[in-house]
């Protein structure tokens, strides 16, 4: 604080030092609500499953610590096949939420003009909706009979038995529509802080759209595309309801796994083993993104 301190020429200012304990203490008491938040939602949940993932017994009879570490590798073991086609599923759903995102972002970010926080909105607004909701429309829409293969079969452009409900394709299209905003966002983000006098520069060094875009405009959005490609691909990993809505038996994915395990089964130790498992793996790959690109540009563009 500062007090006027009255002499006979001027008025001095003397300075009174601050609490040293104030400065010290201020960042931890701002950070305290999120450190909380973190701890209570977050690091408990996160230690509750990993010791449940090495416990054995039953629901009847409880469960008991007893550092089970061979449950990891026998789960893995057991649903390779059911990682592996996770990953497959979530990797070619990102794929193509990159592909119809990136000309729709593009286009807002350069060309939307003052109606950009309307396409947003409009771009956002289907999923106002239930996810349960969506999905469920998904299962109408692609049914046997519905408005679009019944249509189709009715004027004998597709034969009677096609169908694509239970399949792999069925599934990968609903996960792409589910989670297309999450590719999106962050694309849009990137592609909105380009400077467009660094576009201008390269057509007044002659450079054609196409040279402009590859060598300007693309590099410049990469970071938004890892971001965007991670904002997707992880929770569409370890999604299920798409699965369980869209598909069949032979595409099941390692999140129907789990949640069966949990709900169905009640097998908590197993459950909780895949879950670090998937959770493990999600880790690595943000790492090595982050040793890459650095991991501020995920908070730069998330």
């Known amino acids: 604080m500062e007090q006027p301190v009255r002499s006979d020429n001027a008025v001095a200012v003397v300075r009174k030092p601050r609490g040293r304990v104030g400065k010290v203490l201020a960042p931890y008491l701002l950070a305290l609500p999120g450190g909380l938040w973190l701890a209570i939602l977050f690091i408990v949940p996160l230690i509750a499953m990993l010791s449940m993932s090495l416990q054995t017994g039953d629901i009847l009879h409880g469960y008991k610590l007893t550092w089970n ?3 990891f590798p026998d789960q893995l073991s057991a649903h ?15 794929v193509i939420c990159l592909v119809v995102s990136f000309p729709l972002s593009y286009w807002i970010a350069f060309y939307g003009g003052t109606k950009k926080n309307f396409f947003l909105l409009m771009l956002l607004l289907p999923f106002f909706v239930s996810f ?6 998904w299962q109408f829409i692609l049914s046997d009979d519905g408005i679009v293969l019944g249509t189709l079969k009715n004027l004998h452009l597709l034969p009677q038995n096609f169908h694509v409900l239970a399949t792999s394709t069925a599934v990968i299209a609903g996960i792409a529509y589910n989670y297309l905003p999450f590719t999106a966002l962050p694309l849009y983000v990137a592609l909105e802080r380009i400077d467009r006098r660094v576009v201008e ?7 054609s759209r196409r040279e402009a875009f590859l060598r300007v405009v693309l590099p ?5 595309i890892f971001a965007a490609f991670l904002l997707t691909f992880v929770p ?3 999604d299920y309801l798409n699965q369980q809505i869209l598909g069949g038996v032979s595409t099941t ?3 129907t796994i789990i949640q069966t395990d949990f709900l169905t089964l009640h097998d908590y130790p197993a459950a909780s083993a895949l879950s670090v498992i998937l959770m493990g793996a999600m880790l690595i790959g943000i790492f090595l993104y982050a040793r890459l690109l650095g991991a501020r540009t995920i ?3 998330v």
Do not use: C, H, K, N
Not at 132 to 137: G, N, W
Not at 220 to 224: C, S, V
């Open 69 to 71: 570490w061979s449950q």
């Open 80 to 94: 390779r096949t059911e990682f592996i086609r996770s990953l497959w599923y979530a990797g070619v759903a990102t």
């Open 132 to 137: 349960v909701i969506r999905s469920l429309t």
């Open 201 to 207: 520069a390269a057509g007044d060094l002659y450079a």
């Open 220 to 224: 410049l959005t990469i970071p938004g």
């Open 236 to 238: 569409a990993v370890g």
């Open 253 to 255: 994915m390692i999140g």
């Open 299 to 301: 908070e730069e563009y």
